[in-house]
């Protein structure tokens, strides 16, 4: 039944619960709990429809890098929209948003790039990667070139290409994904995945051989390119031991294996870099951002690629009659004048310097928290990072994922006005660039009351 009186809380509640087919969801959780409906932001702060206030420490999807309502954002938007609503880029049409942000783009990339495809979201440009990686291949006359080799637990996105590239088994279940040219090693995930004393540098050294006997039993000549985050986000945080992207990358340029590095969460400083590449010493031959590119303000993804990628797909379109591949709103006026407002914030507003001004605060708050009892590990670098709660420090026991740890330690802290992110048991934090040193000891002061909320609760249940 459609409404027409303004809704109440309660019955915006209701309706979602009726109406809304939600994306990454436990649906049956959802029927159970209800929504959480937000109606504002402001800065780092949200609101939701019972008056509630949030502080965002997830950027919504580790994405609103300058927080809510930016007056200069929303102007951008708005003139752009009384400029030049919508031009698209099919058949060389062009327009100077997509342009001038393109130019943008390459100048910032962190190899020697030329040119940039736009989509709309970080999953359709990492489809659009895939059939990059493909085309080119085809039109060097290796069709035998296609196999993309992910990790376990990383994530890509969950459109039909996307979402065999993301190694996480709620991805695939259900769906019949991954397509069969993807395939998948280990994740860097030194806490669970090393062996009792091995260094970080002997388990770097393992997952680069095990790579490399995936290449050889696959053959080389079927492998064309590999896809990995800096850091992987949705997959928990997970970040590499130091010396893991060179002694991959050894391997990949062995087999003449592309490297695509997908920068979705962590482009444009998120680490106190500019790119996650160059924190932890990734040296990619195309990059795939979206998320901070417009502060989310507007949805935009960019792939950016080497000219070297680029040149045998002139002739080869040529031939065909057309490069096929493209949406609507690739590179979209209003979207991309936005990005490339964002852009310019960050450097006007000094937000690269600001992050990493912070961070170390940040890291630390996060650090202290080992201490706690429910909390196995703290890992993060720049303005991210996450707690791993375990039933036992000692042994590193994790709990039974039916018991929900994690997401009800995230209902917990939403009870004291902190939004976080649970992946399983572990506990995200990815707040806005913005964030200043009180907004980090808010983010803290409210994280610890909802651990402890947490151990309360796993106490009163005997889950300890
Ligand atoms: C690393 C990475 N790649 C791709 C995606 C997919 O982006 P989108 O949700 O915009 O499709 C995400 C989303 O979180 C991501 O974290």
Known sequence: ?????????????????????????????????????????????VWDNHGKQYIEAMAGLWCTTLGYGDDELARTAYEQIKTLSFSHLFTGKSHEPAVLLADKLVGMAPFAASRVFFGNSGSDANDTQIKLVWYYNNALGRPKKKKIIARHKGYHGTTLGSAGLTGLPSFHKLFDVPLPPFLHTD??????????????????????????????????????????????????????????????????????????????????????????????????????????????????????????????????????????????????????????????????????????????????????LAAHPLVGDTRGIGLVGACELVQSKATKQAFDARLAVGAKCMQLCQEHGLIVRAIGDVIALCPPFIVTPDHIDEIFVKLRRGLDDTLAWAQRERLL
């Open 1 to 45: 039944m459609a409404q027409s009186a303004a809704p109440t809380a309660a019955s915006l509640d209701a309706l979602d619960l009726a109406r809304v087919f939600h994306p990454n969801t436990n649906l049956a959780a959802l029927r159970r709990g209800g929504p959480l409906v937000l109606v504002r932001g402001k800065g780092v702060h």
């Open 187 to 368: 994740a860097p995930y030194y806490y669970r995945g090393a062996t009792a004393g091995e260094s970080e540098e002997d388990y770097a050294t393992r997952l680069a051989a095990n790579l490399e006997r995936l290449i050889q039993s696959e053959g080389p000549d079927t492998v064309a390119a590999f896809i990995a985050e800096p850091l992987m986000g949705v997959g928990g945080v997970l970040l590499p031991p130091r010396t893991y992207f060179p002694k991959i990358q050894a391997v990949l340029a062995k087999y003449d294996v592309l490297l695509i590095d997908d920068e979705v969460i962590t482009g444009f400083g998120r680490t106190g870099e500019i790119w996650g590449a160059q924190a932890f010493g990734m040296q990619p031959h195309t990059l795939t951002a979206a998320k901070a590119l417009s502060s989310a303000y507007l949805p935009i993804s960019a792939v950016i690629v080497p000219e070297f990628l680029y040149e045998p797909m002139i002739e080869a379109s040529g031939e065909i009659g057309i490069f096929g591949h493209g949406f609507t709103y690739s590179g979209h006026p209003v979207c991309a004048a936005v990005a490339l407002r964002a852009l310019g914030i960050y450097e006007e507003r000094g937000l690269y310097e600001h992050v990493r001004r912070v961070a170390p605060q940040f890291q630390a708050r996060l650090t202290a």
